[in-house]
């Protein structure tokens, strides 16, 4: 089962903060989280692992929580080159079915405006 | 440093062609390989993924089908392309060694266009 997203998509102005998140019906062993610019690859951002972690990449930072299997995504102080789709991947754990597939949700559209 | 190669990077076909796809990954040994699917303005679809030598994994049962005839090589095949096969095709590679992080990366992509 792929994971849900949240919301499906965001307008910010430039400065702005947001929130996306990411649920699974299933036990996780990872969470993926990838931007997507139009028309190219989806780009890796990070990967939390089972063990309930929070990561950061420069303004960029997402938190996982085992037990409710969900993650967030934070982006703070939004930059015009933040503006893209943003996708969660989910990894069930083992014993869980499906270890090692990574499956997306359907992707938030994130827009940044001056 | 590891890179991930797909060719061709465009691809116009008529209804009823057969199809090639291939993804070539350099710097790794014994990755996981992975297809996915997007369709235009929609999310990522799995369609195959391999955790070895000719270990394939098929997530959807459509006309589609993968192989592995090498450890770091991933072809995506179709023996009759239909309308519906048009879009995005994303290879991607994952390092599972215990050294590693589990990361996922994508190729660059083909764009199928079905005519």
């Known amino acids: 089962q792929q994971p849900v997203q949240s919301p499906q998509a965001v307008i910010l102005r430039e400065g702005e903060d947001a929130v996306i998140n990411c649920s699974s019906s299933k036990a996780l062993y990872s969470v993926h989280w990838y931007r997507q610019k139009h028309g190219e690859a989806p780009v890796f951002l990070m990967i939390l692992l089972k063990g309930g972690e929070q990561k950061g990449h420069e303004k960029i930072s997402a938190s996982f929580n085992e037990k409710k299997q969900q993650s967030s995504l934070y982006l703070t102080a939004s930059q015009l080159s933040y503006s893209g789709t943003y996708f969660c991947?989910?990894?069930?754990?083992f014993g869980a079915g499906g270890y090692q597939k990574v499956t997306f949700g359907t992707g938030t559209k994130l827009q940044v405006i001056p | 440093s590891q890179t991930i190669h797909q060719w061709p990077a465009t691809l116009v076909q008529p209804v009823g062609s057969p199809l090639s796809l291939e993804c070539t990954v350099e710097?790794?040994?014994?990755?996981?390989l992975y297809w996915y699917r997007q369709a235009a303005g929609r999310g990522l679809q799995l369609l195959f993924y391999?955790?070895?030598?000719?270990?394939i994994s098929s997530e959807v049962p459509q006309n589609l089908s993968a192989s592995r005839p090498q450890d770091r090589q991933f072809i995506l095949s179709s023996k009759k392309l239909l309308l519906s096969d048009s879009g995005f095709y994303l290879c991607?590679?994952?390092?599972?060694?215990?050294?590693?992080?589990?990361?996922?990366?994508f190729g660059p992509g083909t764009r199928l266009t079905v005519t």
């Open positions: 991947g989910t990894e069930p754990s």
């Open positions: 991607a590679w994952r390092p599972m060694s215990q050294l590693s992080s589990y990361e996922q990366y």
């Open positions: 391999s955790v070895g030598i000719g270990q």
């Open positions: 710097g790794t040994s014994n990755p996981n």
